[in-house]
């Protein structure tokens, strides 16, 4: 009864170093690791001991005997990794080819380690949780939303509850004696990096790729375009775009861009409301899709089938959830691309396609229409969004959709942190294994370090923030012992009584504990896994109820002028 890793892996290696006989690959020490779309059991290593099931913090593993007919595909992805041989032929138990690293020993000094940690998405809890593994150090992370944990919590789609519960091991981080919250504090508004370095030995950057590339294309801008980025947000119930105006009563959606954020988004525009209404959806996103007139939801590609963008287990998903279609001229490139591609991934993919139906038939209900080789020219439409004009990739041959709203999802772009370098070409922070380097001296800044997206650039997934954390980590702890890093001149207790002067509505980890208790009970009678707000005052509020909160009822009488 071999274990099988299915569509929610988050790619974090948790199960590669639980595993006792090494039947997880790739490792975070082989080459593919950066770019793997998900992790894979060795069917004929493992050793049934479920060691990886404990270790997996989004559910994504099961035994082969408990999959349910829509994850059964896995069982031949996980094994197709792995090169045939002997059924019989085991690894020894004792094999470890991806041992864990020991973590760095921070040394007797005057002061313990104290990091500022910006941002609360993946990569900053995991560089969180890799800090305070370090005796004594102590760990503050800062975020501008009342609520933490990022894209998780705004950019995974309510129906992919799985994924989302990395969040129960970042709350297991949040409760550690030496981390606090000091969330609805925004660094580069109400803090400087300068004072964050005079109350900390150094400061790590996790604050993602938050804009959306944009198509620079005529008619961009009207009303009816969008991203699918903003999409997935509004769903979510952001409170910065809960008040986002998506108009639903068009039959038809066009989503430039064939990511996997792309899918999500079409998933869940034809998605039975019935089905979305047993999520953490938002209120807004949930009564308007129960009124909308989507029919259909084209998803455009420059490229052919074979470059799709989005992932295996994406695909996969997609194929069982939803009417999944393609047109006659996109199932002869299909059938085309799958004679000649060379690869496995990408014939798998092909494979997939090549048995999706096609778009001749009336639907019975909305569906996705997977198109390829079109190159967008313009938005068509004068007051608002009326179309697309494509040209057909190669060609002279131009086509064009009707549709009442156009999403681009063509991938993320950091943006300019205060008082730190940038690079405006790849949008990232110039660094060095996570230490921050000045581009005109070519040295590391003191006490400045990056983890996650505006690190390596918005490349793999929730999990892939694991190893990159990681390093800059063990950067930053190696600095710290070299003797590279200058305590901090500000007094132990003097932060809480800053950020309080600079942010009287600041939130602590109490305050975020009454929100999500409030949240979850919120949605616990409506048979849901939470019912969030949207809305800054009413997250203030919850807080307010938290014991020992900083801002308690004082912070709620200055939002509600009381």
């Known amino acids: 009864m071999p274990h099988v890793i299915t569509q929610s892996c988050c790619n974090d290696a948790s199960c590669v170093y639980a595993c006792p006989v090494n039947c997880i690959h790739p490792t975070p020490d082989e080459p593919g690791f950066a770019t793997a ?15 990886c099931v404990r270790a997996c913090p989004v559910g994504a593993i099961l035994p082969d005997t408990r999959l349910d007919s829509q994850q059964l595909p896995f069982v031949e992805i996980n094994a197709s990794h792995y090169p045939d041989r002997p059924a019989d032929e085991k690894l020894p138990p004792t094999s470890k080819l991806a041992p864990v690293i020991p973590a760095a020993q921070v040394h007797v000094r005057r002061q313990p380690l104290t990091v500022a940690v910006v941002g609360s998405g993946p990569a900053a809890m995991y560089a969180a949780d890799e800090l305070l593994l370090q005796p004594g150090v102590q760990v503050n992370v800062f975020e501008k939303l009342p609520t933490p944990y990022g894209l998780v919590r705004a950019g995974v789609a309510p129906d992919h509850q799985n994924t989302k519960r990395v969040t129960q091991l970042f709350d297991r981080v949040a409760s550690h004696r030496r981390f606090r919250f000091y969330l609805n504090v925004e660094v580069g508004k109400q803090l400087s990096h300068a004072d964050l370095l005079g109350h900390h030995h150094a400061v790590v950057y996790a604050v993602g790729a938050p804009d959306d590339r944009r198509l620079n294309i005529e008619g961009m801008g009207l009303p009816g375009t969008g991203t699918a980025t903003q999409m997935v947000a509004w769903i979510n119930g952001h409170p910065d775009f809960a008040d986002l105006p998506v108009d639903l009563g068009h039959e038809r959606v066009v989503i430039i861009g064939n990511g996997n954020v ?3 988004v079409a998933r869940l525009l034809t998605a039975a409301p019935g089905d979305l209404a047993r999520t953490d959806i938002a209120d807004h996103a949930l009564h308007a899709l129960r009124a909308s007139g989507v029919r259909e939801v084209v998803i455009a590609a420059r490229r052919g089938p ?26 002869r490139r299909v059938l085309g691309e799958l004679a000649t591609v060379s690869g496995s991934l990408a014939k798998q993919k092909l494979e997939i396609l090549a048995g999706l139906g096609d778009d001749s038939t009336t639907p019975s209900r909305p569906r996705i229409r997977l198109a390829y080789q079109l190159t967008p020219k313009r938005i068509l439409g004068q007051q608002r969004a009326t179309g ?35 690079d405006e070409a790849r949008a990232v922070v110039p660094n060095d294994e996570g230490r921050v380097i000045d581009p005109v001296a070519g040295q590391p800044i003191p006490g400045a370090y990056v983890a996650g997206w505006i690190k390596r650039g918005p490349t793999g997934f929730i999990g892939t923030n694991k190893s990159c954390s990681f390093q800059t980590v063990q950067a930053l702890v190696a600095d710290f012992n070299a003797g590279r890093l200058a305590d901090p001149l500000a007094k132990p207790g003097a932060l809480a009584k800053l950020v309080r002067e600079r942010q009287p509505h600041a939130i602590d980890s109490a305050g975020w504990r009454a929100i999500d208790a409030a949240e979850i009970a919120r949605g616990s009678g409506q048979g849901r896994p939470r019912n969030k707000f949207t809305d800054v005052a009413d997250m203030l509020a919850a807080a307010a109820e938290a014991p020992q909160a900083w801002s308690a009822r004082g912070l709620l009488a200055g939002i509600l002028g009381r």
């Open 37 to 51: 779309e998900m992790l894979h059991i060795d069917p004929i290593a493992c050793v049934d001991c479920g060691a």
């Open 306 to 331: 074979a470059h799709s963008a989005f992932t295996l287990p994406e695909l996969i998903g997609l194929a069982g959830a939803s009417d999944l279609v393609l047109d006659a001229d996109d199932h």
């Open 262 to 264: 792309a899918l999500d």
């Open 388 to 422: 697309v004009e494509f040209s057909v990739t190669g060609t002279d041959e131009t086509l064009r959709l009707d549709a009442g709203l156009v999403l681009t999802s063509i991938g993320y772009r950091g943006k300019l942190i205060r008082d730190l370098p940038f």
